[in-house]
């Protein structure tokens, strides 16, 4: 009689087990043993998010060929706080944060689920300064104009991690270290900024000024040395780094991708260029 009840004990744990296992992997939060790999995403104009042009293409083949993941958190230069705060509501509103574009874009709607488990996941992984689990920002164009064309049915739950605009660099780069682990449950991680931005120069007539490429191409060869304590340091690279990144909250995108990084993980780029003089589109996959 004894037996016969610990079996069935044992089966309607078994039962149970499994039920929160199937929602666990739906949320993103079961260990797989499918790494999902990082993105660094070059997003540029809010209007590559209705237009078809090298850019949206590139992002639309690489959404292509990319595993499903259970869940995205993205990184935004469009969002910046006094701490760390990560969305966790379950319908994340589209944020049209710009204006002066046509009706088309800001009538555009990405909607996403969110992914409240996984909010709560990353609020419990992140030692480095507390997390508070945010219930009204929202997707911003950093996000949902890059995932219209990457993932465009909108089906995958999406949060957002925030930049605190108090840190240095450096310490981006280290809480990075840390919600690294995500990619261990089914989480891809998304750096949505770009590595050259100067709204100021941006000139439209002309492709790339040649501080901009200089700039752009003295990042793509640190990457490729895996040289990320001069990434971070990326005020001591000169003229052409200052010009680049007049204000970090697009290069630090950048920064969390890579201290995502595990040291086995290849780096590929994709959208590489600089356009309109200023801002570059080189965007990276890493794993």
């Known amino acids: 009689?004894?037996?016969?009840?610990?079996?069935?004990?044992?089966?309607?744990?078994?039962?149970?087990?499994?039920?929160?296992?199937?929602?666990?992997?739906?949320?993103?939060?079961?260990?797989?043993?499918?790494?999902?790999?990082?993105?660094?995403?070059?997003?540029?104009?809010?209007?590559?998010?209705?237009?078809?042009?090298?850019?949206?293409?590139?992002?639309?083949?690489?959404?292509?060929?990319?595993?499903?993941?259970?869940?995205?958190?993205?990184?935004s230069a469009h969002w910046q706080t006094s701490g760390v705060m990560v969305t966790a509501m379950d319908k994340p509103k589209t944020i049209h944060d710009f204006y002066g574009f046509p009706d088309e874009l800001t009538n555009k709607q990405y909607p996403a689920p969110g992914a409240p488990a996984v909010a709560r996941k990353t609020k419990d992984i992140v030692r480095k300064a507390p997390v508070a689990l945010d219930e009204s920002w929202g997707l911003?164009?950093?996000?949902?104009?890059?995932?219209?064309?990457?993932?465009?049915?909108?089906?995958?739950?999406?949060?957002?991690l925030s930049?605190?605009?108090?840190?240095?660099?450096?310490?981006?780069?280290?809480?990075?270290?840390?919600?690294?682990?995500?990619?261990d449950h089914g989480v891809l991680i998304i750096g949505?900024?770009?590595?050259?931005?100067?709204?100021?120069?941006?000139?439209?007539?002309?492709?790339?000024?040649?501080?901009?490429?200089?700039?752009?191409?003295?990042?793509?060869?640190?990457?490729?040395?895996?040289?990320?304590?001069?990434?971070?340091?990326y005020g001591k690279l000169g003229r052409a780094a200052q010009l680049s990144v007049?204000?970090?909250?697009?290069?630090l995108p950048l920064l969390y991708a890579l201290g995502a990084k595990n040291d086995t993980d290849a780096v590929t780029y994709f959208n590489e260029g600089v356009t309109m003089g200023s801002i570059s589109m080189r965007s990276l996959v890493i794993g």
């Not at 007539?205 to 752009?216: G, L, P, Q, R, V």
């Not at 007049?246 to 290069?251: A, D, F, I, L, S």
Request: hydrophobic letters at 40%; proline letters at 4%.
């Open 140 to 160: 911003d164009h950093g996000t949902w104009s890059v995932l219209a064309k990457m993932f465009p049915r909108a089906d995958v739950p999406v949060l957002q």
């Open 1 to 75: 009689m004894r037996r016969r009840t610990a079996l069935a004990t044992l089966s309607l744990g078994a039962l149970a087990m499994t039920a929160i296992e199937k929602v666990n992997r739906t949320m993103g939060l079961e260990r797989r043993d499918d790494r999902m790999p990082v993105l660094f995403v070059g997003h540029g104009s809010p209007m590559n998010a209705i237009e078809d042009n090298r850019w949206s293409r590139g992002w639309a083949e690489l959404g292509a060929t990319l595993r499903r993941p259970d869940a995205i958190l993205c990184v």
């Open 246 to 251: 007049p204000t970090n909250e697009h290069y």
């Open 163 to 183: 930049l605190d605009g108090r840190q240095d660099p450096a310490w981006h780069y280290e809480l990075a270290r840390e919600i690294k682990k995500l990619r």
């Open 192 to 233: 949505s900024g770009n590595v050259v931005h100067n709204l100021r120069l941006l000139n439209r007539s002309i492709s790339a000024f040649d501080w901009a490429t200089e700039f752009d191409a003295t990042v793509k060869a640190l990457i490729d040395q895996g040289d990320h304590r001069r990434l971070a340091e």
